[in-house]
């Protein structure tokens, strides 16, 4: 009985099922109605395993990005060929699709404690705290957490563990899939630092196309591939191996530039106050 039924992480399917409902409908138009979201790879979606599915994504934002893959990924599932119309696709969503998330951003407000009820895996960051850079150990639950996550269902990650584009892939997300060998799914995402803020929850600008491509699984061998192998391989299906700079127009290197430079400001204003 779904009432009393829980995940593996002892959250009630029942209001997680309603949580991605009503945040669903919430967010809709986000996607949708002042600004648009272009699709292309729903049949990649279709065609996946109900288990051990690693999606692999660039990050512009800490929820937008995720909360629009929840509504491609249901969509794909209920037959929409790249599209997301007609909300209703969320009545009865993927229940087992969770997403890795860092532990100190689930933990600031309310609203990102709801969120993390509908699917995060909060793991602590061995490289960032509270806005410091640190050099900590791995927490072995987390990478437990992950597994079971992945046994139950599919979980999204974004192997750089940053907004900032550009940044190197954490190995972390190479030694996760020679454990568990998941089907590893990459994702392209843009548009969306240009839609909302860095959190994900304004829209800073309407009118802006937002883009999500889902590429075919990837080629990995378990066993024979090195973590750095892999680490590669990643950085080139989710466009951020530095090769990628060499092809972008001077005025989105300029506007990359600006962001980083406001970001290192916001940061310098934070230690002072």
Known sequence: ML??????????????????????????????GFN?????????IRQLPETNVLFVSNHQTYFADVVAMFHVFNASLKGRVDSIENVAYL????????????????KQSLLAKILAYAGSISIERTWRAEGQDVNRQVKMSDITNIGRALE??????????????????????AHIIKKYKPVVVPVVIDGFRRSFDKKGLLVKKKGILQSMVIKPPMEIDYELDTVEQIVEKIEFAIEQHPS?????????????????????????????S
């Open 152 to 173: 139950d269902g599919w979980v999204i990650t974004f192997p750089q563990g940053t907004t900032t584009p550009w940044k190197p892939i954490r190995k972390g997300t």
């Open 91 to 106: 009545w009865n969503p993927k229940l087992n699709l969770y997403y890795v998330a860092a532990a100190e951003t689930m």
């Open 36 to 44: 648009k979201l272009q699709i292309e790879g729903s049949e990649v």
């Open 3 to 32: 009432l009393l039924k829980k995940n593996p992480f002892g959250h009630y399917l029942v209001l997680k099922k309603w949580l991605i409902r009503y945040l669903g409908a919430l967010t809709h138009q986000r996607y949708k």
């Open 244 to 272: 990628f700079l060499k092809v972008l127009m001077p005025e989105q290197i300029a506007q990359m530039e600006e962001e980083n430079q406001l970001r290192r400001y916001s940061a310098s204003q934070k230690k002072r």
